[in-house]
């Protein structure tokens, strides 16, 4: 399977702003990738890569004044298959958890569990330990939260979400990871491109927050918001919550003027020549996804 997915962002600044970005796919991302697999910039400015403790592929740059636009376009080879599911993982003891695991069981920054604990237990206590478990408290965000673009907030904690019974995907994310870590569940937030593969187009692409539970020694991806298991993810970040992961960190006043994103499945005859000469402008427009198909 193949998938274009990218970003266009444009941006005023009165004064050079130093900017930290998370809008790259993730170091673990799987799959052959066709194009850049950069953040580049108009106008060209010096951008400076690394990794940081959570694997994330982070960008540091230095906006200058007036108008600029970033943007990353490229095509991503999966294997189409919808995320994995099972039934019978089961739940480790404290003990027996990976010491690498440990810093996804504790309160964080918008997952503040230790105030939902008492909720938590009232709420699951009774449900069999393991992927049951988390699918219960998936399916209890998913029917709890009403989901709206107004609900969200930069300072919205998940008890903020129990208590207000609304959120953005990121809230969902949150409200499930909190509850999760309350049952003693290793919970990580993750972030990234999901398209309508599959299912009903959904309106205007976004990026797109979910969550992972370590049952069975692995991780496992969940989703509050859609509660279904999905084709085409392509991870960009994970942490403890979204301040791990933030896809814009400013140090300095800018405006926002501009900002898409798309994820769209291509044909599997797509001619990859045509492909890698696309990818190589600025994107013009969605129906570029025509063009890579050798249609006009």
């Known amino acids: 399977m193949l998938i274009r997915f990218g970003f266009e962002i444009g941006i005023n600044a009165p004064t050079p702003v130093p900017l930290i970005l998370a809008l790259s796919p993730?170091?673990?991302?799987?799959?052959?990738?066709?194009?850049?697999?950069?953040?580049?910039?108009?106008?060209?400015?010096?951008?400076?890569?690394?990794?940081?403790?959570?694997?994330?592929?982070?960008?540091?740059?230095?906006?200058?004044?007036?108008?600029?636009?970033?943007?990353?376009?490229?095509?991503?080879?999966?294997?189409?298959?919808?995320?994995?599911?099972?039934?019978?993982?089961?739940?480790?003891?404290?003990?027996?958890l990976p010491p690498e695991t440990l810093p996804f069981l504790t309160a964080s920054r918008y997952c503040d569990s230790d105030l939902l604990t008492q909720q938590a237990w009232d709420l699951f206590g009774s449900t069999q330990p393991g992927w049951a478990r988390v699918q219960a408290i998936s399916n209890y965000v998913h029917n709890h939260l009403t989901f709206g673009y107004k609900f969200g907030r930069p300072t919205k904690t998940a008890s903020h979400a129990m208590s207000e019974a609304t959120g953005v995907c990121r809230d969902f994310a949150h409200l499930a990871i909190t509850l999760c870590r309350a049952m003693n569940i290793p919970a990580r937030y993750a972030s990234g491109y999901l398209g309508d593969v599959g299912v009903p187009p959904s309106g205007p692409g976004d990026f797109c927050a979910w969550f992972e539970a370590y049952l069975e020694d692995r991780w496992y991806t969940f989703d509050a918001r859609y509660n279904t298991p999905r084709i085409g993810r392509v991870l960009m970040v994970r942490g403890r919550d979204a301040a791990d992961g933030a896809m814009?960190?400013?140090?300095?006043?800018?405006?926002?003027?501009?900002?898409?994103?798309?994820?769209?499945?291509?044909?599997?005859?797509?001619?990859?020549?045509?492909?890698?000469t696309r990818l190589a402008r600025l994107p013009d427009a969605p129906a570029l996804t025509l063009a890579m198909a050798g249609t006009s």
């Open 26 to 96: 993730h170091s673990s991302v799987p799959g052959r990738i066709l194009g850049a697999n950069k953040i580049l910039t108009e106008p060209a400015m010096p951008v400076e890569e690394f990794i940081d403790p959570f694997g994330n592929r982070r960008a540091r740059l230095v906006l200058v004044p007036g108008r600029s636009r970033l943007w990353s376009d490229d095509v991503i080879e999966l294997d189409g298959q919808p995320d994995v599911f099972n039934w019978n993982a089961r739940q480790h003891e404290i003990a027996h």
């Open 248 to 276: 814009i960190t400013s140090f300095g006043r800018y405006t926002l003027e501009t900002f898409r994103v798309w994820t769209d499945e291509l044909p599997d005859e797509a001619d990859e020549a045509a492909v890698l």
